[in-house]
């Protein structure tokens, strides 16, 4: 019977165990505050754990890199947030978190895709990465347009109005 599956389901959502990670580097931009606008011009580095330095043999060849990152500023009550305007913007439709980019999430984790402009031991340089100074980067891949571009993707009439 369904009802009792989605029960079963439940119940084996809510006994997961916590999951703990470690972060791999961190960001540094001399940026302090978060922007709303302006990331484009940035440039950053990405500084990780001298241990990885092996881990990243090949990074270089690749123009674009996936970044993911811990939103560390995120407080515990914005955490909590479980509907918002996309930007704020009242003129927006209200919604769930995981319908929006927001970093207003339970799990504030931040993905980016940016340039990889230079690689030296185990610092990268990219431009535009959304996050601040002293931002934990929890993993690196590779960025392949086959893979993880979708021409024909599907989006809400309101995204064209950001």
């Known amino acids: 019977m369904w009802w009792r599956r989605k029960q079963e389901e439940e119940a084996s959502v809510e006994s997961l165990e916590p999951v703990a990670m470690e972060p791999i580097g961190v ?6 505050d978060p922007q709303p606008d302006g990331w484009d011009s940035v440039t950053s580095r990405i500084v990780l754990r001298d241990s990885l330095v092996e881990q990243l043999d090949g990074i270089e060849g690749y123009s674009h890199i996936l970044v993911l990152f811990w939103i560390h500023k995120v407080s515990p009550e914005r955490r909590a ?11 927006l439709p209200l919604l769930g978190v995981f319908a929006t980019r927001t970093q207003y999430r339970p799990n504030p984790i931040g993905a980016t895709v940016v340039p990889l402009l230079e690689r030296r031991g185990t610092t990268l340089t990219v431009l535009g990465l959304d996050a601040i100074d002293g931002t934990p980067v929890l993993d690196l891949k590779p960025y392949l347009p086959y893979h993880d571009s979708v021409p024909d993707a599907r989006m809400p009439d309101w995204v064209h109005k950001v």
């Open 81 to 91: 947030t479980t509907k918002l305007h996309p930007r704020g913007r009242e003129d």
């Open 27 to 32: 960001v540094r931009n001399g940026v302090k």
